[in-house]
Nanobody, 121 residues
Framework: QVQLVESGGGLVQAGGSLRLSCTAS????????MGWFRQAPGKKRELVAH???????SYTDPVRGRFTISRDNAKNTVYLQMNNLKPEDTAVYYC???????????????WGQGTQVTVSS
């Protein structure tokens, strides 16, 4: 039973910071690509940041320079450090990971339950 568990969301004022964490638990061989998505009211889910198994990182333009994605493979955890938050960052943030599982080929896509980030003006 593989799960991605997120934490770190909350309510902050504009200009504040939050650090999101997402930890995979269960029988996992490795975490491959990992990323953060978000979905604001009335909008489709969008990719915020992504990090590959080799450490290659990408960001969506609105967060570049403010957000930082990182990973700790030993802890099966991916982080999203969010600085200088803006009201337009308000959304539900979802962790996503492609996982290699025991005795199974390829990789499998898992999602966290989502954590609310609200930025007040």
């Amino acid at each position: 039973q593989v799960q991605l568990v997120e934490s770190g969301g909350g309510l902050v004022q504009a200009g504040g910071s939050l650090r999101l964490s997402c930890t995979a638990s269960g029988s996992i061989v490795s975490m491959n690509g990992m990323g953060w998505f978000r979905q604001a009211p009335g909008k489709k889910r969008e990719l915020v940041a992504h990090i590959t198994s080799s450490g290659r990182i990408s960001y969506t333009d609105p967060v570049r320079g403010r957000f930082t994605i990182s990973r700790d493979n030993a802890k099966n955890t991916v982080y999203l450090q969010m600085n200088n938050l803006k009201p337009e960052d308000t959304a539900v943030y979802y962790c996503n990971a492609q996982l290699s599982l025991p005795k199974l080929p390829g990789e499998y896509d898992y999602w966290g339950q989502g954590t609310q980030v609200t930025v007040s003006s």
